[in-house]
Antibody, heavy 125, light 107 residues
Framework: QLQLQESGPGLVKPSETLSLTCTVSGGSISSNSDFWGWIRQPPGKGLEWIGSVYYRGSTYYKSSLKSRVTISVDTSKNQFSLNLNSVTAADTAVYYC?????????????????WGQGTLVTVSS | DIQMTQSPSSVSASVGDRVSITCQASQGISSWLAWYQQKPGKAPRLLIYAASRLQTGVPSRFSGSGSGTDFTLTISSLQPEDFATYYCQQASTFPLTFGGGTKVEIK
């Protein structure tokens, strides 16, 4: 059974960079078709898709976050990471990592089946 | 980016009620739509993909319909464990986008 686990600081100062890592177990991050992504949820609010990465390095980002976000993959550690720079209080949220089904012939294409448990990141001085 | 609009934002219902939630995409997405259920403090759980396909293990009281721009999630007979927030997500193109959510509350 595939499992994902987020890790990283729970508190980040304004204007600094938020960095999180997602460790994948029970499967390889180098899957031929799947993407790996980040979704966040501010307290009491809805889900916001941040971006996704393919193990070969291609990335897709939410338009409004594109200038501040980098998602990368480390196949040797079976991990992928999120960097969000110049953070403000508005970036305070629970951050989830997830696998995005990528097989073009699958009806599950573009769907988040497997999720991490989420980690709360607070932006505050 | 494709915008996803859900309605209502909240609904109050009783056990046994039939509940329907709608999701509208800002452009056609064929049947590339998923529905998730989220309970407080938990990660979302996939319920339906490809607009109408039930994920393994999801009770048959959940159903999805629609194509193009208009979609519906229906719970045929609400159970106590169904009180939660539901989100749609378009799976047609990157960037992926979620709807704003619908909270199903106890009447």
């Amino acid at each position: 059974q595939l499992q994902l686990q987020e890790s990283g600081p729970g508190l980040v100062k304004p204007s600094e960079t938020l960095s999180l890592t997602c460790t994948v177990s029970g499967g390889s991050i180098s899957s031929n078709s799947d993407f790996w992504g980040w979704i966040r949820q501010p307290p009491g609010k809805g889900l916001e898709w941040i971006g996704s990465v393919y193990y070969r390095g291609s990335t897709y980002y939410k338009s409004s976050l594109k200038s501040r976000v980098t998602i990368s993959v480390d196949t040797s550690k079976n991990q992928f990471s999120l960097n969000l720079n110049s953070v403000t209080a508005a970036d305070t949220a629970v951050y989830y990592c997830a696998r995005v089904e990528g097989d073009d012939v699958s009806l599950l294409r573009g769907v988040h089946v497997y999720w991490g448990q989420g980690t709360l990141v607070t932006v505050s001085s | 980016d494709i915008q996803m609009t859900q309605s209502p934002s909240s609904v109050s219902a009783s056990v046994g009620d039939r509940v329907s939630i709608t999701c509208q995409a800002s452009q056609g997405i064929s049947s590339w739509l998923a529905w998730y259920q989220q309970k407080p403090g938990k990660a979302p759980r996939l319920l339906i993909y490809a607009a109408s396909r039930l994920q393994t293990g999801v009770p048959s009281r959940f159903s999805g319909s629609g194509s193009g721009t208009d979609f519906t999630l229906t719970i045929s007979s609400l159970q106590p464990e169904d009180f939660a927030t539901y989100y749609c997500q378009q799976a047609s193109t990157f960037p992926l986008t979620f709807g704003g959510g619908t909270k199903v509350e106890i009447k």
